[in-house]
C-alpha cells in the first residue's frame, strides 16, 4: 500500500462543489475542496478517523481563505478597487518564459495590486492555454514565481473548459503531461474511467514497437484487458512527451469500430471524437526560438489520418483564440470580482495581455467584437511574437514587456477620467 492515498472532503463539502456548465460557471466553481493526506492505515483510528482528518483539513483550508481575504500585505490601505476596468494574462511567454518569471512580471503584479501612482487596485486574472496540472498545483507555482497569491478563483487552463465533457463521456483516453498528473486532473474533472497510453501499452506491448515503459510507468499503468473497452473519446490535454507512441494509438482508435482497440473500421469514421486542449502550434520556452506545441501534433494527426484512409478528420480544439474560452473567461471574472472585491458589474474595458497574436490576439479582437464591454488586446515583445515581423492578427497595443502593458493601461484609463471630468455633464432627470 502506497504511504499516503487522498481523501475527497467529507459529504457536506462534496455537495457543496457543482459540476461546471457552459451556463453558470464561475470561480468557486473552479476551487476544489482540499487534498488530505491520509495517514498509514495502521496509524489511523478505526472508525472516522479519515473524517477527522478532512475536518482538520477542511479548518485549515478555511481559515487560508480568511486570512487570504481579511490580508492584503502588497496593498498600501489607502488603495482604492476600480471597477472601470480589469487585466486578464496569457502566462507563458508574458510573465513565465521556460519556468522562471519574466523579470518586469513581479513589479507588474505590484502596480495592480495598488503599489502606482494613482493608487488603484485592479483586480485580474489569468488564461494560458498550458496545463497538465491541476488547476490547484499550477495556481501554488504561480502564486511562488509571482510572489503574489493566485487562487483557483482567478485561474483557466487550456484544459478547464473540458469539465463539462465528463458529463457526455465515460471512458476516455487521455494523452500528455507528465506521469499519471494528466490521468487525475481527468479524474478531479469527474470522467469516470480514464484510460492513458501506458494502460494500452502495458495491456498490449506491440502496440508501440520503439517505445517500451519504464518501470515507473508500468507500475502506474492499469492493467485490463482492453478487448472489453470502448472508449468514447479522446482528450490531449497537455503537450505528449511521446509524439510516435501517442500518434499510433490516437490514429488506432481514430480508424477503430466505436473505439475498440484491434479493430478496423471499413470507413473510417466510426472512431471517437478528438479534442485538444488548445491549438497554439508553437509557444515560448527558455529556448531562444519558439517550440512546436499541441497545434503541430494536431496538425500532425489530420495530416497522417489523411495519408493512412484518404480521408478528413475533424478534430475540435478549446483554449484561445476559442469564443468559449473568453465567455468563460469572462464569467470568471465577473465570479471573482464579485467575490474578492464585492463588484457585481461587467468592467467598462478588460486588458488582455498576450504573446500570440493567432490566439491571444486574433482571440481578443474577435471577442471584442461580440462583447458588450471593451477588450482591448496588447501584444508583448517577450514571448512568440518577435519585433521585426508584422503579427498576423493586429494588437490595440503593442509593448515591450508586461509591466509597460499594466503601466498602458493604468495611464489610459486615467487619461479617460480625466477627459471624462473635463467634458460638459449630461443631463441628469432628477425626481
Ligand atoms: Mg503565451
Redesign the pocket.
Known sequence: MSVSATLRPPQSERNHVRRLSGQDAAGQDLTKGPTVVVPEKHLMAPSDAHEVAASIELARHELEQYTLRSESPSTPPESQVTDRFAYAF?????LIRGGKPIPEAIEAMKLLNGQNQYGVKVPYIFV??GGGKTEQERCRQLSDQLEIEVSPGQFICGHTPMREMAQKYSTVLVVGGEGEKCRHVAEGYGFKDVVTPGDIIKDNTDTTPFRKLTDEEWENSRARNFNKVEIEAIFVFADSRDWAGDQQIILDLLMSKKGRLGTRSETFDEGPPVFFSHN?VI??TSHELSRIGMGALRASLEAMFKAVTGKELKTTAFGKPQIGTFQFATRLLQQWRKDTHGIDQPPDTVYFV???PE??IRGTNEFNSHAENTWFSILVRT??YKEGTKPKFTPKATVNNVLEAVQYGLVREQQKLVKEKAAPQTAVITE
Open positions: 496569457d502566462i507563458d511567454g508574458v494560458t492555454n497554439d509557444w515560448s498576450g504573446d500570440t490566439s491571444d514571448g512568440v
